[in-house]
């Protein structure tokens, strides 16, 4: 049975650690350029009138009026969490601070979650059924391969780490850190 602790001390020191990782890890995040920020006070947001802008076109034969589709959708408002549990007898036993390397990881995912969202929407955005001109597959790839880009930098980063530990710890301590983090 997992055991909670909740000393201030224990999480001040997570806190301090969490945000200063979400501060490190949002620099990196791509979903500012993809996405308008939109602030709200609801549960859910009505998007009325979005449309396409018609394309520009040689002049010739006099202007050609066109309006803009009269489309909407709800955009719900959704809450996320990742908790860790840790055991406290895990915590006394840690000699290698694999609590410590595993829990860093949390602000990374926490910052990076919006960009797996707009991955996500934009590499399915043609089977979801807004099928249209307006999603470019070949934009959608380039978004993609951006994000994944990101994350890849994000696993370097915690390779290097692997790297320190593996200097510290002897190769069994290391095989079976590793072999524990498989569990």
Same mark, same amino acid.
């Given at each position: 049975?997992?055991?909670?602790?909740?000393?201030?001390?224990?999480?001040?020191?997570?806190?301090?650690?969490?945000?200063?990782?979400?501060?490190?890890?949002?620099?990196?995040?791509?979903?500012?350029?993809?996405?308008?920020?939109?602030?709200?006070?609801?549960?859910?947001?009505?998007?009325?009138?979005?449309?396409?802008?018609?394309?520009?076109?040689?002049?010739?034969?006099? /202007? $050609?009026?066109? =309006? &803009?589709?009269?489309?909407?959708?709800?955009?719900?408002?959704?809450?996320? *969490?990742?908790?860790?549990?840790?055991?406290?007898?895990?915590?006394?036993?840690?000699?290698?601070?694999?609590?410590?390397?595993?829990?860093?990881?949390?602000?990374?995912?926490?910052?990076?979650?919006?960009?797996?969202?707009?991955?996500?929407?934009?590499?399915?955005?043609?089977?979801?059924?807004?099928?249209?001109?307006?999603?470019?597959?070949?934009?959608?790839?380039?978004?993609? /391969? $951006?994000?994944? =880009? &990101?994350?890849?930098?994000?696993?370097?980063?915690?390779?290097?780490?692997? *790297?320190?530990?593996?200097?510290?710890?002897?190769?069994?301590?290391?095989?079976?850190?590793?072999?524990?983090?498989?569990?």
């Amino acid at each position: 049975m997992a055991t909670v602790i909740s000393t201030g001390l224990l999480l001040k020191g997570l806190r301090a650690e969490f945000m200063a990782g979400f501060e490190q890890a949002q620099k990196d995040t791509v979903y500012q350029k993809w996405a308008t920020r939109v602030v709200s006070n609801s549960d859910s947001e009505r998007y009325r009138g979005l449309g396409t802008v018609p394309q520009m076109r040689e002049w010739g034969n006099g /202007r $050609e009026v066109k =309006g &803009l589709r009269t489309e909407a959708y709800n955009v719900a408002n959704m809450k996320y *969490e990742a908790t860790l549990e840790v055991d406290r007898d895990e915590i006394a036993d840690d000699q290698t601070g694999q609590i410590r390397l595993r829990a860093s990881q949390l602000p990374i995912r926490a910052a990076t979650h919006k960009d797996y969202l707009i991955s996500l929407l934009l590499e399915n955005g043609g089977t979801s059924g807004f099928n249209s001109y307006d999603f470019d597959r070949e934009q959608a790839r380039a978004i993609r /391969r $951006e994000i994944v =880009g &990101l994350h890849a930098r994000t696993m370097m980063l915690h390779l290097e780490a692997e *790297e320190k530990i593996r200097k510290i710890l002897t190769k069994e301590q290391f095989d079976k850190m590793r072999a524990l983090m498989k569990e």
